[in-house]
């Protein structure tokens, strides 16, 4: 399950978007793909898609406030992040409604996205709002994530125009920016061009600055680069991080060119409040947010006729394998049963299972079976052997080394039982073995060769839990009324008792505990379980060739 | 990435849900957790957490109208999910919208969740709209998926008020809301209490009705049930589901008690929508769907003072190796080499490389070296037997093949340089091993023993990817002016240019094929992947010790 435990829950306060690329809905899908619970209060609805914003409908301020009061009311918020909040009244209701909220105990990591201009023009932001921003929601924020424009639309309010051309001018910017009130400032360098003399020059000028790099090669990496034209790509992106404890940091990333950039900044700050809900530091979660949308730029499908959404979902994959619930404890070797559902009942319900608990099976076919039986143990006990040298515990040496002894024990009973139909020790080891027994056998040493721990204990799984489920399945039937199935006087009682018995049942639940445990701490690809479901298939199809085997002794 | 290809979209129009957990909220993760892309599309705002819903602003028709042309008009939608519609207008709007977009071309699948009343009562849909959905929207819908008081609700309107209250009010109730014109009804039985003694006798009544059992125990699981008290499981769920085409079918599931169940509704038919987008028929996308929502209620974290929302992330997980792209096409050797920068530095621009550079590595470390790397080579070699034991296809075995025969080239190189240096091969031959090349000769036995083929590549990488590093960084370095690597009368130059050659190097560019294709066909679980960058970090560190070995014997 993706969803953090402790769960981490984000609120988002923006403008809705349509398109589902930027807005409310980028906010969700990059908090679904952090794995936290994600709320939203909506400030405004849009009509828009990739090409532009087509429409505005402002939501009334006193039903932002509804909308903030009943999350925050029930909701355990570990991070706030502000989007689009589109005019001077609902701006200055959503600062009445965190600062209500928050009076008695500490704000929530904040995140304030000054979203004010559309990528393709349409304004987001009243201009009469810019005050507001500044002077009230600013000092309550522990961030602020503006891009150029919104960053010389902010400074301007204050003073004379500032252009942003240059790294220089983005550092002294977000010194001016940090002066606002907010605990750091993040300018973004997206709209601005840099390359790495930049950076070098201006991290030799600030000896205290951080550079972080990011997606760029560094050193003793000549091989992975060959072939790639790294001069197709020497323009930067360059982010500037200051805090006010005097922090200041630098992300050099290389630039993307894509026109999958619709709701860029929506989702960087976004997956910044994500970060911090999980309690990152700021600089770690700026960087790791940086990534997540670096790439879900390059993962972009490509969509619409504009500018398109980015993928949010580039760092997602499906598990395939459900929890462990109360109702459900083995749900790994549930989903291996039911995926050869009908194999599994010719192996468990085999005629040879029947007749043995009727008590009417041939002793030619029993005899048949104990003999290769005891000659299979010895392969089931040296894959065994394979599994402990393949086991990197004390724990998995130990209860591969209890197995084996099991199995030795097993052997005993085998021969007791022999004896009691008349095969002596000597006659068991001098049966040949049949094809039969070679194939099951040499797969398992195959499967413990070829592949890991699990993929073994797969293989292992078929007989032991086939074998106690047998066991249980002829008692449970023998202790209905007027059942076929008959213990008293049946030869085989012996035998369906010891598979029925605590200690083989034991055995199985730790088999079972085991392999769920596994497959748990290491969930496998859907390659990977298609591979374990294929050698769980030819286990149990082994299985039943086994018992085929015997009966045609009777012959 | 989970994000499907072809990209499928889906839209939901529906209302808001500030807490999250249903309206398009619940929809969008939903899309997420399948991997479509969501747009939406808000008909109403409501303020609501767990406990209730505080509030509802609804949308104003025109605007309804704008936000589903903007998406239509711009994306390639593959299935659409109605939710809340909440008044007349929007509903009018709604039909009157996608019968326009939809004149000339035909609509996709259109699940329509007849969402009339909240979980706590609140009106969710005018009464005089009822009319209105049943005559225009069902009629466009591919499937409606009422729950047991909506379905009353619908069928009251036509008809004196039918209680719904068994299993035979259902298949009857269902029979009827078929006939307002949807192509399927899917009438959910959560609020209906049903015993599979109920579902036996339905199904021997009804010979043509298909019984879907999910998440309940077949026959031959005597095992998995035992210490579950299936006795406290006694209260099943079923969805009766009707089709136009006459097919029938039951989804039999069994009750799980939550109160966090908060968006069921929305989740599900959200959920169906993203598998008919897929191309699933209507029977196994509501089966899967089923099972998805089901899983969200018993994965669920508790949330609030109500009822809480579903888990819909309970099946996802994160992808650890981000995807290649043409600027980073060896993400996941990039990886390991990120992971253990310092150590990997140390290891190719070791002392013994740069001396090896400049031409004044001393005789003695150059021959120590070079006999246990004659050693070391025999282990290496054997390794890759072992990779090719391990292979399961024609492929795998034949690079394996391939690369003990480089290596055995290699030797004959190393015969040839050692010849050049007065060592011959007995010599060679006689060299005692040293602790260190036994180190890492055994290391890679080991690893090739314990764990699966691409455990044992990643330890193989190190050596490959390392020496043919080196070989191009001296080369690199030596084609600049006033190099500090001399190769004019360096005794080593052979072995420089060896590794820095085509043939060399072309095997490194393979060996980083297999193994980036390998990460992304079977991507590495998080315990996994550190157990590989284990493997990677020690081999950087045996070959390190490899280098400081050489070094020493000039003492």
């Given at each position: 399950m993706l969803m953090k435990t402790p769960l981490r829950s984000v609120l988002t306060i923006a403008g809705s978007d349509s398109s589902g690329g930027a807005g409310i809905q980028a906010d969700l899908k990059t908090f679904a793909a952090h794995g936290c619970y994600g709320a939203s209060v909506i400030t405004a609805?849009?009509?828009?898609?990739?090409?532009g914003v087509h429409g505005v409908h402002p939501c009334p301020p006193e039903f932002v406030a509804q909308q903030i009061?009943?999350?925050?009311e029930d909701l355990e918020i570990n991070a706030i992040k502000t989007g689009m909040l589109y005019d001077v009244e609902n701006t200055k209701q959503v600062v009445e409604s965190l600062k209500t909220h928050y009076k008695n105990k500490p704000l929530p990591s904040l995140v304030c996205d000054p979203v004010c201009v559309s990528t393709s023009g349409h304004t987001l932001l009243h201009p009469e709002s810019v005050?507001?921003?500044?002077?009230?929601?600013?000092?309550?924020?522990?961030?602020?994530?503006?891009?150029?424009?919104?960053?010389e639309l902010l400074l301007s309010s204050r003073n004379p125009f500032a252009d942003i051309t240059s790294l220089e001018d983005m550092l002294?910017?977000?010194?001016?920016?940090?002066?606002?009130g907010s605990a750091a400032v993040l300018l973004k360098g997206g709209h601005i061009t840099s390359t790495m003399t930049d950076?070098?020059?201006?991290?030799?000028?600030?000896?205290?600055?951080?550079?972080?790099?990011?997606?760029?090669?560094?050193?003793?990496?000549?091989?992975?680069?060959?072939?790639?034209?790294?001069?197709?790509?020497?323009?930067?992106?360059?982010?500037?991080?200051?805090?006010?404890?005097?922090?200041?940091?630098l992300f050099v990333m290389p630039r993307v060119d894509s026109t999958s950039t619709h709701g860029t900044g929506c989702t960087l700050s976004s997956a910044i409040a994500c970060e911090l809900a999980c309690g990152l530091t700021l600089e770690e979660a700026t960087k790791n947010a940086a990534v997540f949308t670096h790439m879900g730029i390059e993962a972009a499908h490509p969509m619409g006729k504009g500018h398109g959404p980015l993928n949010h979902l580039h760092s997602l994959t499906t598990l395939k394998i459900p929890q462990r619930t109360l109702y459900n404890p083995y749900p790994f070797t549930r989903m291996l049963i039911q995926s050869t559902a009908k194999l599994w009942k010719e192996y468990v319900e085999h005629d040879f299972v029947k007749r043995l608990g009727r008590g009417v099976l041939e002793i030619e076919a029993f005899s048949h079976f104990i003999r290769q039986d005891y000659h299979f143990l010895k392969y089931y006990a040296r894959a065994y052997g394979l599994l402990a040298a393949k086991s990197t515990s004390f724990l998995g040496i130990e209860s591969s080394a209890q197995a084996i002894l099991?199995?030795?024990?097993?052997?005993?009973?085998?021969?007791?039982?022999?004896?009691?139909?008349?095969i002596n020790f000597q006659e068991l080891e001098n049966t040949p073995e049949a094809t039969t027994t070679t194939a099951y056998g040499s797969y398992l040493i195959t499967v413990g060769l070829e592949g890991d721990a699990t993929k073994l204990l797969v293989a292992l799984m078929a007989c032991l839990l086939g074998y106690g489920e047998v066991g249980l399945w002829l008692t449970k039937e023998a202790s209905k009324e007027n059942s076929w199935v008959v213990m008293e006087g049946n030869?085989?009682?012996?035998?369906?008792?010891?598979?029925?018995?605590?200690?083989?049942?034991?055995?199985?639940?730790?088999?079972?505990?085991?392999?769920?445990?596994?497959?748990?701490?290491?969930?496998?690809?859907?390659?990977?379980?298609?591979e374990?479901?294929?050698?769980?298939e030819r286990c149990t199809r082994l299985e039943r060739a086994f018992w085929d085997m015997a009966m045609d002794a009777r012959k």
């Amino acid at each position: 399950m993706l969803m953090k435990t402790p769960l981490r829950s984000v609120l988002t306060i923006a403008g809705s978007d349509s398109s589902g690329g930027a807005g409310i809905q980028a906010d969700l899908k990059t908090f679904a793909a952090h794995g936290c619970y994600g709320a939203s209060v909506i400030t405004a609805l849009t009509a828009q898609n990739t090409q532009g914003v087509h429409g505005v409908h402002p939501c009334p301020p006193e039903f932002v406030a509804q909308q903030i009061h009943s999350v925050l009311e029930d909701l355990e918020i570990n991070a706030i992040k502000t989007g689009m909040l589109y005019d001077v009244e609902n701006t200055k209701q959503v600062v009445e409604s965190l600062k209500t909220h928050y009076k008695n105990k500490p704000l929530p990591s904040l995140v304030c996205d000054p979203v004010c201009v559309s990528t393709s023009g349409h304004t987001l932001l009243h201009p009469e709002s810019v005050e507001l921003l500044i002077d009230e929601l600013f000092p309550l924020a522990t961030l602020i994530t503006p891009n150029k424009a919104e960053a010389e639309l902010l400074l301007s309010s204050r003073n004379p125009f500032a252009d942003i051309t240059s790294l220089e001018d983005m550092l002294s910017a977000t010194e001016q920016l940090l002066s606002f009130g907010s605990a750091a400032v993040l300018l973004k360098g997206g709209h601005i061009t840099s390359t790495m003399t930049d950076v070098i020059r201006i991290s030799s000028g600030h000896p205290g600055i951080n550079v972080v790099r990011q997606g760029l090669y560094d050193e003793n990496m000549e091989i992975l680069q060959t072939g790639i034209d790294v001069a197709d790509h020497p323009e930067l992106v360059v982010d500037v991080l200051y805090q006010s404890n005097g922090k200041k940091s630098l992300f050099v990333m290389p630039r993307v060119d894509s026109t999958s950039t619709h709701g860029t900044g929506c989702t960087l700050s976004s997956a910044i409040a994500c970060e911090l809900a999980c309690g990152l530091t700021l600089e770690e979660a700026t960087k790791n947010a940086a990534v997540f949308t670096h790439m879900g730029i390059e993962a972009a499908h490509p969509m619409g006729k504009g500018h398109g959404p980015l993928n949010h979902l580039h760092s997602l994959t499906t598990l395939k394998i459900p929890q462990r619930t109360l109702y459900n404890p083995y749900p790994f070797t549930r989903m291996l049963i039911q995926s050869t559902a009908k194999l599994w009942k010719e192996y468990v319900e085999h005629d040879f299972v029947k007749r043995l608990g009727r008590g009417v099976l041939e002793i030619e076919a029993f005899s048949h079976f104990i003999r290769q039986d005891y000659h299979f143990l010895k392969y089931y006990a040296r894959a065994y052997g394979l599994l402990a040298a393949k086991s990197t515990s004390f724990l998995g040496i130990e209860s591969s080394a209890q197995a084996i002894l099991n199995i030795l024990q097993e052997i005993q009973t085998h021969r007791a039982l022999c004896e009691s139909f008349c095969i002596n020790f000597q006659e068991l080891e001098n049966t040949p073995e049949a094809t039969t027994t070679t194939a099951y056998g040499s797969y398992l040493i195959t499967v413990g060769l070829e592949g890991d721990a699990t993929k073994l204990l797969v293989a292992l799984m078929a007989c032991l839990l086939g074998y106690g489920e047998v066991g249980l399945w002829l008692t449970k039937e023998a202790s209905k009324e007027n059942s076929w199935v008959v213990m008293e006087g049946n030869p085989y009682k012996k035998w369906i008792e010891d598979y029925a018995g605590q200690h083989y049942q034991n055995a199985v639940k730790i088999g079972l505990e085991t392999i769920e445990t596994l497959a748990i701490a290491d969930p496998p690809s859907p390659a990977r379980l298609e591979e374990w479901r294929g050698v769980w298939e030819r286990c149990t199809r082994l299985e039943r060739a086994f018992w085929d085997m015997a009966m045609d002794a009777r012959k």
